[in-house]
Nanobody, 121 residues
């Protein structure tokens, strides 16, 4: 099973940018679709973005469409989330996950530990 470690979170002002990265261990990374989810305090975990195993197909939550870009490098076993034009409502712990090509959290087999993103107004 793949193991995931996120990095790149931090504190940024509204309108700024951050790039999250997720590093995967194991030889099966390229078999999985990869997703990013986020969870704000007191709220449920929500879908942000997903990329297919080959990298050829992506999908985004409406709330981030046009601002966030997901990408992957199967040679390096990494998946990134470029976040631009950040808003205070983007504040959350961000998780990467490996699994099926779905926006439903239950479709994922492996999760990272999460990285905090805080956007100040």
């Amino acid at each position: 099973q793949v193991q995931l470690v996120e990095s790149g979170g931090g504190l940024v002002q509204a309108g700024g940018s951050l790039r999250l990265s997720c590093a995967a261990s194991g030889r099966t990374f390229s078999r999985y679709a990869m997703g990013w989810f986020r969870q704000a305090p007191g709220k449920e975990r929500k879908f942000v973005a997903i990329i297919s195993a080959s990298g050829g197909t992506t999908s985004y939550a409406d709330s981030v469409k046009g601002r966030f870009t997901i990408s992957r490098d199967n040679a390096k076993n990494t998946v990134d989330l470029q976040m631009n034009s950040l808003k205070p409502e983007d504040t959350a712990v961000y998780y990467c996950a490996a699994g099926d090509y779905t926006s439903v959290a239950q479709g994922y087999d492996a999760w990272g530990q999460g990285t905090q993103v805080t956007v100040s107004s």
